[in-house]
T-cell receptor, first 113, second 115 residues
């Protein structure tokens, strides 16, 4: 079993829809949770970062962490065609001063105009 | 300002050959990471440098893989006796200090194809 499980999709939604992306994890040592966006043939770009259970909002994006269930989510409101990309959940534990990040497989999202 | 750059963007080689992949981090970033991303997968950690030293190389798959960062800036990932299974996108990332809460900035990757 992988430490981080993520549905690879693809997920196709109409423009303006609310998108829900999810990951589960098994390693209780994970303390920091991130969502990255990766466009085709580009490197991942950090979208959201949180280190506690609860919600964190940034514009149209909301990250949710439930450590008791080992479950994290990313919600995208009013989705746009420019949101079409692969979304990677990522997490890391306390490694004494650096990030040894474990990524999910990524969910490919397509927003249809 | 300039982001992380990686060269070459694409590399095609034959099985058994030696390859070098280069990463130029953001100026002033002391932490540098290498990842490997296979098709349809997320990036997998390979190695972490803090300054010139490899602080964690636990992700290197075997002794055919080696990385250096002699002056604490540019890094080179070296793969000996390449195998078809080494085909992947090799990503480099840098961060200011390497702290738990730092943001890692990724380069565009080098797409390695081993024929």
């Amino acid at each position: 079993q992988k430490e981080v499980e993520q549905d690879p999709g693809p997920l196709s939604v109409p423009e303006g829809a609310i998108v829900s992306l999810n990951c589960t994890y098994s390693n209780s040592a994970f303390q920091y949770f991130m969502w990255y966006r990766q466009y085709s043939r580009k490197g991942p770009e950090l979208l959201m970062y949180t280190y506690s259970s609860g919600n964190k909002e940034d514009g149209r994006f909301t990250a949710q962490v439930d450590k008791s269930s080992k479950y994290i989510s990313l919600f995208i409101r009013d989705s746009q065609p420019s949101d079409s990309a692969t979304y990677l959940c990522a997490m890391t534990g306390r490694t004494g001063g650096y990030q040894k990040v474990t990524f999910g497989t990524g969910t490919k999202l397509q927003v249809i105009p | 300002g300039a982001g992380v750059s990686q060269t070459p963007s694409n590399k095609v080689t034959e099985k058994g050959k030696y390859v070098e992949l280069r990463c130029d981090p953001i100026s002033g970033h002391t932490a540098l990471y290498w990842y490997r991303q296979s098709l349809g997968q997320g990036p997998e950690f390979l190695i972490y440098f803090q300054g010139t030293g490899a602080a964690d190389d636990s992700g290197l798959p075997n002794d055919r893989f080696f990385a250096v960062r002699p002056e604490g800036s540019v890094s080179t990932l070296k793969i000996q006796r390449t195998e078809r299974g080494d085909s992947a996108v090799y990503l480099c990332a840098s961060s200011p200090q390497g702290a738990d809460t730092d943001t890692q900035y990724f380069g565009p990757g080098t797409r390695l194809t081993v024929l």
